[in-house]
């Protein structure tokens, strides 16, 4: 069983920034792709970014490309997803999740998933 966490939502304006954590519990994270996924109110959960197990590849929504980084650090079982030019369209629950896939952007395609953390970001 992996248990992910998130941390660092919060509230910020319009072009800021903000840094996602993900935090996993297992030793064998290197063996998993990571995605980031985010669900808006009165929305579906939809597909972020993704990285595969060594960081060298990653897939981005169209939606946030260009002004999100994901990244990974194997050595301390933590992925992050690095928010720039934030927009108020940005607000949601930003969840994470592992899977064993690589490029997959379907819920399904992760069976592990964090509890999710807020960013809000105002006008």
């Known amino acids: 069983q992996v248990q992910l966490v998130e941390s660092g939502g919060g509230l910020v304006q319009a072009g800021g920034s903000l840094r996602l954590s993900c935090a996993a519990s297992t030793r064998t994270f290197a063996n998993f792709a990571m995605a980031w996924f985010r669900q808006a109110p009165g929305k579906e959960r939809e597909f972020v970014s993704s990285?595969?197990?060594?960081?060298?590849?990653?897939d981005y929504a169209d939606s946030v490309k260009g002004r999100v980084a994901v990244s990974r650090d194997n050595s301390k079982n933590t992925a992050y997803l690095l928010l720039n030019s934030l927009k108020p369209e940005d607000t949601a629950v930003y969840y994470c999740?592992?899977?064993?896939?690589?490029?997959?952007?379907?819920?399904?395609?992760?069976?592990?998933w964090g509890q999710g953390t807020q960013v809000t970001v105002s006008s």
């Open positions: 990285i595969n197990w060594s960081g060298a590849n990653t």
């Open positions: 999740a592992a899977g064993p896939f690589y490029l997959r952007r379907r819920e399904h395609d992760y069976d592990y």
